[in-house]
C-alpha cells in the first residue's frame, strides 16, 4: 500500500530531476506570489496569460509552471489583504480580518510568516491528498459509461452554478450560456458548422485562451482602472514595523496555530474536491469554526494569529485538492481547473482517467512537481516577502498597462492572431457586465470548457437509453446523479425564496415601525 | 439592482427566442440525415435559456413591486469610461498593427493607459514599456523563435 504511494512519486521525482523544470516551477511559483499579492490580479489572469509561453516547453514543466502560478498566487494573496485590508483574491478576505488588525499593532511580519507557513502546510497536505484520492477515483471513472458521465457532468455544472454566485437562476442563466458558446464550430458527427458566420476562424470553436482572458483579466483591469484613486490610497497607507520581535513566529503561536491549520486544511480538502465551492467558502468555514472553537473567541477580528492560520491552511489547500475532479474525472471544478485543460490540451494530454493509462509517467511527474511546488512557496516566500512587499506599493497607473499588454500578447498568441484580440475584447465587456450584474463567470467559463464533453456524452446517451428516460434505471450510479441534480435545484430554488422573503420582510420592517412612531 | 436584474431578464428572453427562431435556423443546418440533429444542443440551450430568464424576470418583478428598488445605478460613470476607453484603446491599437506592424500598438496599449491615469514620471513612461517590449521580444523572438506577424 505505502509502496503503491510512494514508488510512483519516486519515478515521479527522478524525471523533474532536472534544472531547467525545476527553474520553470520555481519562476511559475515566483510569478505566482507576485501576481497574487497585487489586488485585482489573480491565478486565472495570470495563467491565461502565461500559457502561450509554455506552449514551447515539455508538458510536465509546462503544466508545472502553471501549477506553481496557481499556488504561488493563492498563497500571494495574503500579503495584501494583511499589509493593506485588501486581499489580493477574494478568498484571502477572512484573512485581513486578523491579519490587517495585526499589521496595525506592528506585527504585519509575524502574520505574513504564519500566513505563509500555513499556506505551505495545507498545500502540501492537501497535495498528498490528491495524489492519494486520484488515480482510485479515476479507476471508478473508467467503469462507467457515457450516460453517467452525462449525468456526473450535468450534476457537476449544476452545483457549480448554484453556489458560484449569489443567486441559482444566474448561475444556471451563465453555465447555459458557456454550454451554447461551447457549441460554436464544427460539429462532431456530421461536421456541419454552427454559428461560425462563414468566419474559418470559428472552425475550430472558440479558443479558451482569449475568453479566459477577457473574462478575468481584461474586464478586471477596466473595474480596477475606474477605481484606482481608491486603490492608490490604500496603497499609500502600508506601514512596517522594524522591530525583530513582531516578525518572529513564536513556539506558542505555532500551539495556537497547529490545530487550525489542520483543521483549515482538512476544510479546505473537502471544499476543494466538490466543484465550484471554491476557496472563499474554504477560507471562510476555516475561519468561522476556528473562531468558534475558540476559548478565547473575543480576539479574533482584532489580531488573532488563528485567524490568519486558519484562514490560509484552508485557502491553500483548496488548490490542489480541486484537481482531484479534473484529473480522475476531467470535470474542472474551478476556473484555473478550466484553463489548466487547455493547457493539457496543446501538450497532448487529455485530463480524466484515461490519463492515469495513457500518460500515467506524466501524472507522477506532475505529482513530483507539486510537492516541489510547496516547497518552493516556502523558499521563495520566505527569502522574497519583502520584495512582494514591494511589489504591491506599485500603482495601478504601473500595473494595469502591463497587464493589458501581456493579455493582448497571449491572446494574440492563442486566438489566432488579430481575430483573438477581436474576441478577448468582447468578452472583456461581457466579463464587466457579468461581474456588475452578479452573473457568475466561473460558471460560464466552465460550462464553455465541459460543453463538448457534455454534449458527446448526451449524444452517446440518447441512443443507449434507446430515446426512453425509463432506462435510465438501468443505470443506478446516473440515476442517482440526475435525482441529485433535480433535489439540489429544489433545493436551492427553496432557498433562495426563503432569503428573498426575509429580505422583504426586513425592508418592510422600518417602515411600519416608523408608521406606528415606535422606530427608536 | 432588480431593475437591472429584470431588463438583463428582458434582453436574455428575446436573445433566447432569437437564438430558437433566427440564429439556430439561419447558422445550424437541420442535417435530416444524422442520428441526433446538429440543432439539438443549441435547441436546448435556446430552450433552458428562455425558460430561465422568464424566471429572473418574474422574480424582479416581484421583487419591485414587493421592495421597489433603491439602489443606485449598477455602473458608475468612471466604470462606464473605463471599459469604453479600454475597448477604444484596443481599436486603436489593432489599426497601428495592420498598418505598422507590432511595435506602435505595443508602445500605445502601454503608454496611453499610463498617461491616462495620471503616469508623469519620463523615467516611467520610458523604461516600463522599454522593459516590457524589450522582455516580450527577448522571450518571444529570441528564446522561442516565434514573432507577431
Not at chain 1, 510547496?374 to 516566500?381: M, Q, R, T
Request: hydrophobic letters at 55%; one cysteine or more.
Amino acid at each position: 500500500m505505502i509502496d503503491a504511494f510512494f514508488a510512483p512519486l519516486a519515478a515521479g521525482f527522478a524525471s523533474i530531476a532536472e534544472f531547467w523544470t525545476l527553474l520553470y516551477i520555481c519562476f511559475g511559483v515566483a510569478v505566482g506570489y507576485t501576481v497574487g499579492a497585487i489586488p485585482g490580479l489573480g491565478k486565472g489572469t495570470a495563467t491565461a496569460v502565461l500559457i502561450p509561453v509554455t506552449f514551447y516547453l515539455e508538458p510536465v514543466a509546462a503544466i508545472g509552471l502553471l501549477i506553481g502560478i496557481a499556488k504561488g498566487s493563492t498563497a500571494g494573496s495574503a500579503i495584501s489583504a494583511i499589509l493593506m485590508n485588501t486581499p489580493g483574491e477574494p478568498s484571502s478576505a477572512a484573512t485581513a480580518f486578523d491579519g490587517y488588525p495585526l499589521a496595525q499593532q506592528g506585527k504585519a511580519g509575524k502574520a505574513l510568516k504564519m500566513g505563509l507557513y500555513a499556506s505551505v502546510i495545507g498545500d502540501l497536505l492537501s497535495t498528498l491528498c490528491l495524489i492519494a484520492l486520484a488515480a482510485p477515483l479515476a479507476q471508478f471513472a473508467l467503469e462507467i459509461g457515457p450516460v453517467e458521465q452525462f449525468a456526473i457532468l450535468l450534476f457537476s455544472l449544476t452545483f457549480i452554478g448554484a453556489l458560484a454566485g449569489k443567486s441559482l437562476v444566474k448561475g444556471l442563466i451563465a453555465g447555459t450560456l458557456g454550454l451554447l458558446v461551447a457549441t460554436v464550430g464544427m460539429e462532431i458527427e456530421t461536421a456541419v458548422p454552427r454559428f461560425t458566420f462563414d468566419r474559418l476562424e470559428l472552425f475550430d470553436g472558440v479558443p479558451l485562451i482569449p475568453v479566459a482572458i477577457g473574462m478575468m483579466a481584461v474586464s478586471e483591469m477596466m473595474l480596477q482602472m475606474a477605481n484606482h484613486r481608491a486603490l492608490d490610497r490604500q496603497v499609500a497607507e502600508i506601514r512596517i514595523s522594524s522591530r525583530p520581535e513582531d516578525s518572529r513566529v513564536t513556539g506558542a503561536d505555532w500551539r495556537r496555530c497547529l490545530p487550525a491549520i489542520f483543521r483549515g486544511t482538512g476544510i479546505g480538502v473537502f471544499v476543494g474536491i466538490l466543484p465550484g465551492l471554491g476557496a472563499s467558502v474554504a477560507s471562510f468555514m476555516s475561519y468561522g469554526a476556528t473562531a468558534r472553537m475558540s476559548k478565547t473567541p473575543e480576539r479574533f477580528g482584532k489580531g488573532a494569529i488563528e485567524g490568519v492560520a486558519a484562514s490560509e491552511s484552508a485557502d491553500n489547500a483548496v488548490v490542489p485538492s480541486s484537481f482531484v475532479p479534473l484529473f480522475a474525472l476531467g470535470i474542472p471544478g474551478s476556473v484555473i481547473a478550466a484553463i489548466l485543460i487547455s493547457a493539457f490540451v496543446i501538450h497532448g494530454i487529455t485530463p480524466g482517467p484515461m490519463m492515469f493509462v495513457e500518460d500515467a509517467e506524466i501524472v507522477q511527474s506532475l505529482y513530483a512537481a507539486m510537492i516541489v511546488a510547496s516547497f518552493a512557496l516556502l523558499g521563495i516566500g520566505l527569502v522574497g516577502q519583502s520584495f512582494f512587499a514591494w511589489v504591491i506599493r506599485s500603482p495601478m497607473r504601473v500595473i494595469a498597462p502591463a497587464v493589458l499588454f501581456f493579455c493582448v500578447i497571449g491572446s494574440f498568441m492563442q486566438g489566432g492572431g488579430l481575430f483573438g484580440i477581436g474576441l478577448m475584447v468582447l468578452f472583456a465587456v461581457l466579463g464587466v457586465l457579468a461581474k456588475k450584474l452578479d452573473f457568475s463567470f466561473v460558471t460560464f467559463l466552465i460550462g464553455f470548457v465541459i460543453g463538448p464533453s457534455l454534449e458527446l456524452t448526451l449524444r452517446q446517451s440518447i441512443p443507449l437509453l434507446d430515446r426512453d428516460i425509463a432506462n435510465l434505471a438501468q443505470h443506478p450510479v446516473a440515476a442517482v446523479f440526475i435525482g441529485l441534480t433535480i433535489v439540489l435545484i429544489a433545493i436551492m430554488a427553496l432557498a433562495e425564496i426563503r432569503r428573498r422573503n426575509r429580505a422583504s420582510r426586513r425592508s418592510e420592517t422600518p417602515l411600519s415601525l416608523k408608521a406606528t412612531g415606535r422606530n427608536t | 439592482m432588480k431593475k437591472a436584474e429584470l431588463v438583463s431578464g428582458l434582453v436574455l428572453l428575446a436573445f433566447g427566442i432569437s437564438l430558437w427562431a433566427v440564429l439556430i435556423p439561419w447558422q445550424v443546418a437541420a442535417a435530416p440525415g444524422a442520428i441526433i440533429s446538429p440543432r439539438m444542443m443549441p435547441r436546448l440551450c435556446a430552450a433552458v435559456l428562455v425558460v430561465l430568464s422568464l424566471v429572473l424576470i418574474v422574480q424582479s418583478l416581484a421583487a419591485l413591486r414587493r421592495e421597489g428598488d433603491t439602489s443606485g445605478p449598477v455602473f458608475s460613470r468612471a466604470e462606464v469610461v473605463a471599459t469604453l476607453g479600454v475597448v477604444g484603446l484596443f481599436a486603436v491599437a489593432t489599426l497601428l498593427f495592420v498598418y505598422t506592424g507590432p511595435l506602435l500598438p505595443g508602445l500605445a496599449i502601454i503608454v496611453l493607459p499610463m498617461l491616462v491615469l495620471g503616469e508623469r514620471r519620463i523615467a516611467m513612461l520610458t523604461l516600463l514599456p522599454a522593459g516590457l517590449m524589450g522582455g516580450a521580444w527577448l522571450l518571444f523572438y529570441v528564446v522561442l523563435g516565434t514573432s507577431f506577424q
